[in-house]
């Protein structure tokens, strides 16, 4: 069944999914150019269709009928990173991360899905994300395999040119599973110092197996910036991952779980440390946009959602900061800088800090090609992207290279591994509260160490 769409004058809407793009979003495009420059992936391949001007054209020649959803379009979608890079220049407001949020329902609705990306779909975002348990028992087993010995194994020269180069780009990309994971507690951590109010933690489905440091890091932070900190139990994870894959009817069902979990607590803030999960969070009022029993508790929820250093720089700091010698570079995460234009908060807690050196790279808001699982369905140009942000790092030679996106994390450490780095990377947290930390100990260096 045809989308009941707003149409151009003479023209005829093509698309079948409910949550198509609009041409009231397509028509904003005036076509001027200031985008190409700001798209990863049109600096990487120099092609008019790898840009955001040029996937518009596409989807208003589908739109229009003019051309099919075919194997000579398909690639040019598929090839985003949906990093909203070009919404943060786009002189007319298009809401690009929202039309190929729509492209892809689009895809999904014609059964045109790539067979790679439809295992991932099914498997690991629909199977595996919103189940802790079932996360609990794969990270378990990841944990194993890197802690016993096999990974080694595995990277030694004799076994691993026998793997097939897609695997082995595969085990790269793996993050280390951390030794103790997460935990969420309906009790809460209490504050340091003089309260200033209750925040709950979005903790997320991959981070608390992957990252599980970084959520202690942000609690500690929070707690030292006054706060009751709780971490709800029944969350779930934020459909990011399923709206970049075009499944909004699976996003919208973690978007309502979230929704019932967190409105029923009594907190002033719902605070997050992953870009690609704050922005998803703070935008569900559009995605229930069609649900008259949750669009206005959406709208409520999205309110209350604040990034970690969003937050963190509005609080007053009950603690010193510690001294960190360190020269510091900042990636700024994508979905942090454009779809929240949040991009000096970071900035303003790392310069904070005694003894940390910020310099920056050139293009600090350009992505590193992570972008959720794009390193995975599109590993050729997520590397030549990852490269060119590599010279940049190495042009700046920094000890620290800070980040705010679980995600960028893993790809800049991958990075950094190929090029035979020694930068660390870090959360914005982490940094921070290494720097509380280090204000009742002695000095750590660029590595993070204290002694003792």
């Given at each position: 069944m045809t989308a009941e769409l707003p149409l151009l004058p003479g023209k005829v809407t093509a698309f079948r999914s409910p949550d198509a793009p609009t041409m009231d979003d397509l028509s904003r495009c005036v076509h001027c150019g200031l985008c190409l420059m700001n798209c990863p992936t049109f600096v990487a391949t120099g092609l008019e269709p790898e840009s955001p001007r040029g996937r518009i054209y596409l989807l208003r020649a589908v739109?229009?009928?003019?051309?099919?959803?075919?194997?000579?379009?398909?690639?040019?979608?598929?090839?985003?990173?949906?990093?909203?890079?070009?919404?943060?220049?786009?002189p007319s407001g298009v809401p690009f991360g929202r039309l190929m949020e729509g492209a892809r329902a689009e895809i999904l609705a014609r059964g045109l899905e790539p067979a790679r990306r439809r295992v991932l779909r099914s498997a690991v975002l629909r199977g595996l994300l919103p189940y802790r348990k079932r996360l609990q028992a794969v990270a378990g087993l990841l944990r194993l395999y890197q802690r016993v010995g096999l990974q080694r194994l595995v990277h030694t020269r004799a076994l691993g040119e026998r793997l097939p180069a897609r695997l082995r780009e595969l085990e790269e990309l793996a993050p280390p599973?951390?030794?103790?994971?997460?935990?969420?507690?309906?009790?809460?951590?209490?504050?340091?110092?003089?309260?200033?109010?209750?925040?709950?933690l979005f903790s997320g489905c991959i981070m608390p197996f992957t990252h599980a440091d970084t959520h202690r890091a942000t609690v500690r932070v929070l707690q030292r910036s006054g706060c009751?900190?709780?971490?709800?139990?029944?969350?779930?994870?934020?459909?990011?991952?399923?709206?970049?894959?075009?499944?909004?009817?699976?996003?919208?069902?973690?978007?309502?779980?979230?929704?019932?979990?967190?409105?029923?607590?009594?907190i002033d803030a719902i605070v997050?440390?992953?870009?690609?999960?704050?922005?998803?969070?703070?935008?569900?009022?559009?995605?229930l946009a069609r649900d008259p029993d949750?669009?206005?508790?959406?709208?409520?929820?999205?309110?209350?959602?604040?990034?970690?250093?969003?937050?963190?720089?509005?609080?007053?700091?009950?603690?010193?900061?510690?001294?960190?010698?360190?020269?510091?570079t900042y990636q700024?995460?994508?979905?942090?800088?454009?779809?929240?234009?949040?991009?000096?908060?970071?900035?303003?807690?790392?310069?904070?800090?005694?003894?940390?050196?910020?310099?920056?790279?050139?293009?600090?808001?350009?992505?590193c090609g992570s972008a959720g699982i794009y390193?995975?369905?599109?590993?050729?140009?997520?590397?030549?992207i990852l490269a060119g942000k590599m010279d940049e790092v190495a042009e700046v030679a920094p000890d620290i290279v800070v980040t705010a996106n679980p995600g960028c994390m893993i790809q800049l450490e991958a990075g950094v591994r190929s090029q035979g780095g020694t930068a660390r990377v870090m959360h914005v947290m982490d940094l921070l509260d290494l720097a509380y930390r280090s204000s009742t100990a002695a000095t750590p260096d660029a590595s993070g160490q204290l002694p003792g």
């Open positions: 739109a229009e009928g003019r051309i099919d959803l075919t194997e000579a379009a398909l690639p040019h979608l598929e090839r985003c990173l949906q990093c909203r890079n070009c919404e943060a220049v786009c599973i951390s030794a103790r994971s997460f935990a969420n507690r309906p009790e809460p951590w209490a504050a340091t110092g003089e309260r200033a109010g209750q925040v709950a009751d900190v709780l971490a709800p139990p029944a969350q779930t994870c934020c459909g990011a991952l399923m709206l970049h894959a075009g499944d909004q009817e699976g996003a919208r069902a973690q978007a309502r779980r979230n929704i019932d979990t967190f409105l029923a607590l009594d997050v440390n992953a870009a690609g999960c704050g922005s998803a969070l703070k935008e569900y009022d559009h995605l949750y669009h206005d508790k959406a709208k409520r929820f999205a309110g209350m959602v604040k990034d970690a250093s969003e937050f963190v720089v509005q609080q007053r700091h009950s603690m010193p900061l510690g001294t960190v010698r360190a020269r510091v700024d995460s994508c979905h942090l800088a454009h779809a929240q234009r949040i991009t000096e908060p970071p900035r303003q807690l790392i310069q904070a800090i005694p003894g940390v050196e910020l310099v920056e790279m050139a293009h600090p808001d350009r992505c390193n995975i369905t599109q590993p050729q140009l997520s590397g030549q």
